[in-house]
T-cell receptor
């Protein structure tokens, strides 16, 4: 069975600084995808970034990058140059080709300080 | 506009009164799924569907039913709601192949008294 672990319930970062949100995963399926979603205080879920298990390079999307370390089973989200609008809950998720389950972690609440 | 629509957005009901939360998507997605979000527990998958007439249990299916008679609709049914089903519910859809990026509905906040 797949599992996602996010060990940081809450984090603070100063505006314009970079921050790393941790995510470790567990799966026995060699083919899987890792995702990060953002949930602002308004409640909607917003897709940020995707990393496939066979992708050779770390994914990047604007100020978001995914630090993918396959051997360590980690998929940390790096947000560069934090903005006040980055204050939100962030969820890491995994899905595998073997099942169609889509498993989320418990989330990390990020607060950006002015 | 590509979207997932859930209704109702807010509902207060009483124990045992059957209710249905509807979910509809206009993106021709094969994959649809229901989640509940509770503080400290993140999003937990209730049921998912890979296509019409194909559904499977997620991690917390007890007390819920689903059906997928049409590609665009995936209703969540609570036959006999109980207070422990008070939660924020999300419906989501995506493509089954490749990077299955989910598009979420706005959420339905359910309170069972």
């Amino acid at each position: 069975a797949q599992k996602i672990t996010q060990t940081q319930p809450g984090m603070f970062v100063q505006e314009k600084e970079a921050v790393t949100l941790d995510c470790t995963y567990d799966t026995s399926d060699p083919s899987y995808g890792l995702f990060w979603y953002k949930q602002p205080s308004s409640g909607e879920m917003i897709f940020l970034i995707y990393q496939g298990s066979y992708d050779q390079q770390n994914a990047t999307e604007g100020r978001y990058s995914l630090n993918f370390q396959k051997a360590r089973k980690s998929a940390n989200l790096v947000i560069s140059a934090s903005q006040l609008g980055d204050s939100a809950m962030y969820f890491c998720a995994i899905t595998t080709s073997g099942t169609y389950k889509y498993i989320f972690g418990t989330g990390t609440r990020l607060k950006v300080l002015a | 506009e590509a979207q997932v629509t859930q209704n109702p957005r807010y509902l207060i009901t009483v124990t045992g009164k059957k209710l249905t939360v509807t979910c509809s998507q206009n993106m021709n997605h094969e994959y649809m799924s229901w989640y509940r979000q509770d503080p400290g527990l993140g999003l937990r998958q209730i049921y998912y569907s890979m296509n019409v007439e194909v559904t499977d249990k997620g991690d917390v299916p007890e007390g819920y039913k689903v059906s997928r008679k049409e590609k665009r609709n995936f209703p969540l049914i609570l036959e006999s709601p109980s207070p422990n089903q008070t939660s924020l519910y999300f419906c989501a859809s995506g493509l089954t192949g490749g990077a299955n990026v989910l598009t979420f509905g706005a959420g339905s906040r359910l309170t069972v008294l």
